[in-house]
């Protein structure tokens, strides 16, 4: 990820800088978020690595990932509460549906891994194991798609009570990369397209899209 002075809006010295009480909040949000969750993912990845043994209710281990070797992608975003508590206060007087999405959500995690001829069939292990470690947690697996190479599942943890304690999405992307995202706090599938636009993260808001044009077949087959 690239960092630069004139990503996030900041003048050079000795530059003019003009003020605006108008300062539209998407495009605040566009441009300092990419360079927030960038400079903040350092911070937090040493924070779990300090802190592993406190995970939260919803959270979910995925471990450690390795890079592919060459020029294949690879990304990790850790976004803490207080990054998350920030958003959430640029949009609440503009949009307050959103803010009060942000302020319900504690932590966010992905990771993207490109998928090459040495790490695929290890990755597509670990995926099978953390459905099934998931699933013998008591996560409840509500999204299932597999269509176009595309293999997508959606978990969500509950609490006793009924609230959501957390969502899992785990994606093996035919042969182009593998996803893994936490979310943790009280969200739904049909929040994440929004989430990971607001956040701007787009892994999770890709897996957003999928999950509600998969929810919206049963509506359309129906209505024909």
Same mark, same amino acid.
């Given at each position: 990820m690239k960092l630069s002075l004139d990503l996030v809006g900041i003048a050079s010295r000795g530059a003019d800088c003009p003020t605006n009480n108008n300062l539209n909040v998407e495009m605040i949000m566009k441009h300092i978020m990419p360079w927030m969750i960038g400079t903040v993912t350092l911070c937090a990845a040493a924070?779990?690595?300090?802190g592993a043994g406190e995970m939260l209710p919803g959270q979910v281990d995925f471990g450690a990932f390795s890079a592919p070797k060459g020029d294949g992608?690879?990304?990790e975003v850790n976004v803490p509460?207080?990054?998350i508590? @920030? %958003?959430a206060r640029l949009v609440e007087k503009e949009q307050p549906e959103v803010a009060k999405l942000l302020n319900s959500i504690k932590l966010v995690r992905v990771n993207v891994i490109g998928l090459d001829e040495e790490n695929r069939a290890a990755l597509q292990k670990r995926a099978q194991k953390i459905r099934e470690?998931?699933?013998g947690k008591g996560w409840e697996r509500i999204v299932t798609a597999q269509e176009k190479g595309q293999d997508v599942s959606v978990y969500l943890k509950m609490a006793d009570k009924g609230a959501v304690q957390g969502l899992a999405a785990v994606v093996m992307d035919g042969k182009e990369h593998a996803v893994f995202a936490n979310v943790v706090g009280d969200i739904m599938?049909?929040? @994440? %397209?929004?989430?990971?636009d607001k956040?701007?993260?787009d892994p999770l808001k890709q897996i957003g899209d999928t999950t509600q044009k998969r929810e919206n077949k049963p509506k359309e087959n129906a209505e024909e």
């Amino acid at each position: 990820m690239k960092l630069s002075l004139d990503l996030v809006g900041i003048a050079s010295r000795g530059a003019d800088c003009p003020t605006n009480n108008n300062l539209n909040v998407e495009m605040i949000m566009k441009h300092i978020m990419p360079w927030m969750i960038g400079t903040v993912t350092l911070c937090a990845a040493a924070t779990l690595a300090l802190g592993a043994g406190e995970m939260l209710p919803g959270q979910v281990d995925f471990g450690a990932f390795s890079a592919p070797k060459g020029d294949g992608e690879f990304v990790e975003v850790n976004v803490p509460t207080g990054l998350i508590t @920030l %958003a959430a206060r640029l949009v609440e007087k503009e949009q307050p549906e959103v803010a009060k999405l942000l302020n319900s959500i504690k932590l966010v995690r992905v990771n993207v891994i490109g998928l090459d001829e040495e790490n695929r069939a290890a990755l597509q292990k670990r995926a099978q194991k953390i459905r099934e470690d998931l699933a013998g947690k008591g996560w409840e697996r509500i999204v299932t798609a597999q269509e176009k190479g595309q293999d997508v599942s959606v978990y969500l943890k509950m609490a006793d009570k009924g609230a959501v304690q957390g969502l899992a999405a785990v994606v093996m992307d035919g042969k182009e990369h593998a996803v893994f995202a936490n979310v943790v706090g009280d969200i739904m599938p049909e929040q @994440l %397209a929004m989430l990971g636009d607001k956040l701007h993260i787009d892994p999770l808001k890709q897996i957003g899209d999928t999950t509600q044009k998969r929810e919206n077949k049963p509506k359309e087959n129906a209505e024909e």
